[in-house]
Every structure is written in C-alpha cells, then in structure tokens.
C-alpha cells in the first residue's frame, strides 16, 4: 500500500503559480519541531528583522569558517521562486540586502561564488557555454558585477545566487 497526499488548486493560469509554489514548499520542506532538555545553545541566535519577499527563499544559511582572528565565514544561497511570467507580480526581479540577513553584524566581505561554491562567478562567467534559450535575451537581470559585491543581490526568475559573506564584530541590538 501507499500512502500520500494529493492537493487541488482551482485558479487562473496567471495566478496558478502564487498558489502552487508556496504550498509545494510547505509541504516539501515542513517544520520539524525539536525539543532538547538542558540548557540552550550559548551561540546567539538572531532572527531577520524583516519579511523576506514572497517570491524569495534563504535555501542555505550556514556557517562555512571560523578563522582564527574571530571573523566568521557564512555560506548563503537565496532562490528566487517563480517562472519567467508564471505571475505579473511576483516573477519580477527582487533584490535582497545581505547586510539584513546577519543584522547583529558587521559585514567584511561578501563574495559571489558558484551554485555549489566551489569556484568563483568569475570563474563560472569565464566556463559559461553560449546557449541559446528562450528568453534569455528578455532577461531582466544583467550578470553580476565580476570586481566585488556591494552586499544587495537581485535575483531575477528562478535564480539561485551563492555567497560567501564573512562577517566580524556582533553588535548587540537592543536588549
């Protein structure tokens, strides 16, 4: 026997996709509740001060290295999660401030990399075959800047970007 869970969404094509992408990701990835007895973690544990934009996700927030003069290395990947004209709103470019995702935080660098980090976007700009795709030359969004980051990143439809943001110094905020 098996088991599952089917879910029906009548709406219009043009808003299919504001109904159908947000719950895909709730039942994908589901909360999961965990309970510890003892003492909580001593690391701080910061929660954004904003509301991420519907149509953006934080797919990794991780803790990449520790060096040894107290700067902290964090590896970041933000999605962009609608289609090239799934919806009218929502499809658009978005553009996210790293500086708001370590808030407590005073940020050093912050560094574009590959989808899987191992190697810059320079590096993967230089490796980039030309294809031609469907709409790509409508594509709202230009490549990144390949001399640094200013620490905003816009994602146009379906992006991932990755960063390496290295951090220093938490400033306490508010008690």
Do not use: C
């Not at 504001?18 to 990701?25: S, T, Y």
């Not at 001399?147 to 905020?173: D, S, W, Y």
Request: aromatic share 8%; net charge positive.
């Amino acid at each position: 026997m098996s088991r599952g869970r089917h879910w029906l969404s009548l709406s219009s094509p043009g808003g299919a996709a504001r109904i159908w992408r947000p719950l895909a990701d709730r039942l994908y990835m589901a909360p999961q509740p965990f309970f510890f007895d003892g003492e909580p973690p001593r690391e701080n544990v910061a929660t954004l001060p904003f509301a991420l934009p519907s149509n953006v996700q934080i797919v990794t927030l991780r803790m990449w290295e520790r060096r040894a003069n107290g700067e902290k290395v964090f590896l970041v990947r933000l999605a962009h999660q609608f289609g090239i004209e799934e919806d009218a709103v929502l499809s658009r470019p978005v553009e996210i401030s790293l500086r708001q995702v370590f808030p407590t935080w005073d940020i050093k660098l912050v560094e574009e990399r590959g989808l899987s980090a191992a190697i810059s976007r320079k590096e993967v700009l230089r490796r980039r075959v030309a294809w031609p795709i469907e709409h790509e030359g409508r594509s709202p969004v230009p490549p990144p800047d390949e001399k640094g980051h200013h620490g905003n990143a816009t994602l146009g439809p379906l992006q991932i970007r990755t960063f390496f943001v290295t951090v220093v110094t938490e400033r306490i905020v508010g008690i």
